[in-house]
């Protein structure tokens, strides 16, 4: 088990904000925190681990950075993690689905252990 597994939705969703989204957080209250984007001077949090739509995001921004193939990965192992007896495997197409169907809660642990290892360009340095 990874330390994201351990998070509440909220948390994992805020990590994918600051760490894949490139947002920074203005003010956190108590129930919601105020979030500035690259592109909205002031926004809620959005519930990335929660909501199939917003885990759309998430894959539309790894695509962006190019980190596809590490995501991908990263979501087999949360659709099939290690430790599970071979006898439950019922064949590649079984796999499949599973990948297709993960959860938005392993889409976004899967972008960030994807996005953890990812290197920025000096653009982004620059910009920072």
Same mark, same amino acid.
């Given at each position: 088990?990874?330390?994201?597994?351990?998070?509440?939705d #909220?948390? !994992?969703?805020? !990590?994918?904000?600051?760490?894949?989204? @490139?947002?920074?957080?203005i /003010?956190?209250?108590?129930?919601?925190?105020?979030?500035?984007?690259?592109?909205? @001077?002031? &926004?809620?949090?959005?519930?990335f681990?929660?909501?199939?739509?917003?885990? #759309?995001?998430?894959?539309?921004?790894? /695509?962006?950075? %190019?980190?596809?193939?590490?995501?991908?990965? %990263?979501?087999?192992h949360?659709?099939?993690?290690? %430790? &599970?007896?071979?006898?439950?495997? /019922? %064949?590649?197409?079984?796999?499949?689905?599973?990948?297709?169907?993960?959860?938005?809660? $392993? $889409?976004?642990?899967?972008?960030?252990?994807?996005? /953890?290892? #990812?290197?920025?360009?000096?653009?982004e340095?620059?910009a920072?």
């Amino acid at each position: 088990m990874s330390d994201y597994e351990k998070l509440t939705d #909220r948390e !994992l969703s805020e !990590l994918i904000a600051e760490r894949l989204m @490139d947002w920074s957080l203005i /003010k956190r209250h108590a129930h919601e925190s105020i979030w500035k984007t690259p592109s909205i @001077d002031a &926004t809620t949090l959005t519930m990335f681990a929660a909501s199939d739509n917003a885990a #759309r995001l998430v894959r539309d921004r790894i /695509k962006e950075l %190019g980190l596809v193939k590490k995501y991908m990965v %990263g979501v087999a192992h949360q659709a099939w993690p290690v %430790g &599970t007896p071979a006898s439950t495997f /019922k %064949g590649a197409d079984d796999f499949s689905f599973m990948m297709h169907n993960a959860t938005p809660r $392993q $889409q976004c642990i899967a972008a960030l252990e994807a996005v /953890k290892t #990812r290197i920025p360009t000096p653009d982004e340095l620059e910009a920072k």
